[in-house]
């Protein structure tokens, strides 16, 4: 086995599995067990007869771009994992370390099992792109215009761009949210909204890659937020699945409501995933409710099968969507490119009547971001 296999089985191991290993504690030798095995697949000719394969079929033979897929090395870094796994119980039980064996492997398969409920949702919480945004960011309606006609240089930046990209915040606290106006959730409220707009290199005729990012959150605070912050906090995702309890014990309707009346916060939170959100189908862009709203509201997960959504005794009171699409090119034989990544967060308007009556609008903010981003990296990074 060569050092340069290992090192790049090290770089694989460490980014799309790290965080699942961490998870588990970082069991002695499983991390160097899972590296071996992978590097031995590597430098298999299979497997390079298999990525090359793959890669020949999903970019052009000039082209350096990860391709939208699920690829080998993942599949190999992955298969390394479970059956490094599956030896763990005898690697420990040789050094002495005997347990109740049904209860070790099932943590085991939880802490280190690639959990598909995130991807499975997200699929049933996707929708058409939806149009629904503050007034100050309807020039954002129109997706990637500059990708209409790449040998027009007036369509980049987009109008509107200028004028927004230096605002922290809305005028008109509450009210300047956007409401839904069509479709099963009319006259919600969207008190949270993310959208990645990119496109990649042009070749003819030459451009850069283009991206704007915007996004939108209702704050609570008694002043104006600071300037290029983002208007979200970050939690778990899984308070979409879960009882608030599981995720933090020590709240309680007390506190979420002292909170709601003192502290500053962001109503809206990006969900935490995996790292990089490297798990197979895992959306580029979730929002979840933050805890002192669940908590205030007395939310619970809407039973059934669903996507994101959240209940009160009145029916679902908080739903997120997703949306992915608007296909562009690159002007060369590379294949199509999902250029709008998007997510929001809807509120029934009553419960937003609610809050107002027990926060009080005055500590009501409408955050807002726009980054727009021109250059080699394209992977939503914004400058």
């Known amino acids: 086995m060569s050092d340069n296999g290992k090192t790049q089985a090290a770089h694989l191991v460490d980014g799309l599995l790290g965080d699942r290993l961490n998870f588990a504690g970082n069991l002695p030798g499983l991390r160097q067990a899972v590296i071996a095995l992978a590097a031995g697949v590597l430098e298999t000719g299979e497997y390079e007869q298999l990525i090359r394969g793959q890669l020949s079929q999903l970019r052009h033979p000039s082209s350096?771009?990860?391709?939208?897929?699920?690829?080998a090395y993942e599949a190999a870094a992955e298969?390394?994992?479970q059956h490094a796994a599956a030896g763990i119980r005898m690697a420990m039980a040789q050094n002495g370390h005997i347990g109740d064996a049904q209860s070790?492997?099932?943590?085991?398969?939880?802490?280190?099992?690639?959990?598909?409920?995130?991807?499975?949702?997200?699929e049933l919480a996707r929708v058409p792109r939806p149009l629904t945004r503050p007034q100050p960011l309807q020039w954002s309606i129109t997706p990637a215009p500059w990708a209409s006609d790449p040998r027009n240089d007036t369509l980049w930046p987009p109008p509107g761009l200028d004028a927004t990209v230096n605002l922290?915040?809305?005028?008109g606290g509450a009210a300047a949210l956007a409401r839904v106006e069509a479709g099963p959730h009319v006259g919600w409220v969207q008190i949270?909204?993310?959208e990645?707009?990119?496109t990649p290199r042009h070749r003819y005729p030459e451009r850069p890659n283009r991206s704007i990012l915007i996004g939108v959150g209702l704050e609570i605070a008694d002043r104006e937020r600071p300037e290029g912050s983002l208007p979200f906090m970050s939690i778990p995702w899984q308070v979409w699945t879960v009882p608030w309890q599981h995720i933090d014990a020590t709240t309680n309707a007390e506190r979420a409501a002292a909170v709601l009346k003192t502290n500053s916060w962001a109503v809206a939170a990006l969900g935490e995933s995996r790292l990089g959100a490297t798990g197979l189908g895992e959306p580029q862009f979730l929002l979840v409710p933050a805890l002192?709203?669940?908590?205030?509201?007395?939310l619970e997960p809407t039973s059934g099968v669903c996507g994101f959504s959240l209940s009160d005794q009145h029916g679902p009171a908080v739903v997120g969507r997703l949306w992915r699409g608007h296909l562009v090119h690159d002007g060369s034989y590379h294949p199509v490119f999902p250029a709008i990544d998007g997510a929001d967060l809807l509120l029934r308007a009553d419960l937003l009547e609610l809050l107002l009556g027990v926060i009080g609008e005055s500590r009501f903010r409408v955050g807002v971001v726009v980054r727009s981003h021109v250059g080699e990296d394209n992977t939503g990074s914004t400058t």
Do not use: H
Request: aromatic letters at 4%; glycine letters at 8%.
């Open 64 to 71: 350096t771009a990860i391709p939208d897929a699920y690829l």
């Open 79 to 81: 298969d390394a994992l």
């Open 104 to 122: 070790f492997e099932r943590d085991a398969a939880r802490r280190l099992g690639d959990d598909p409920r995130l991807a499975i949702r997200a």
């Open 168 to 171: 922290r915040g809305l005028p």
């Open 192 to 194: 949270g909204l993310i």
């Open 196 to 198: 990645r707009q990119r």
């Open 292 to 298: 002192p709203l669940i908590v205030t509201l007395g």
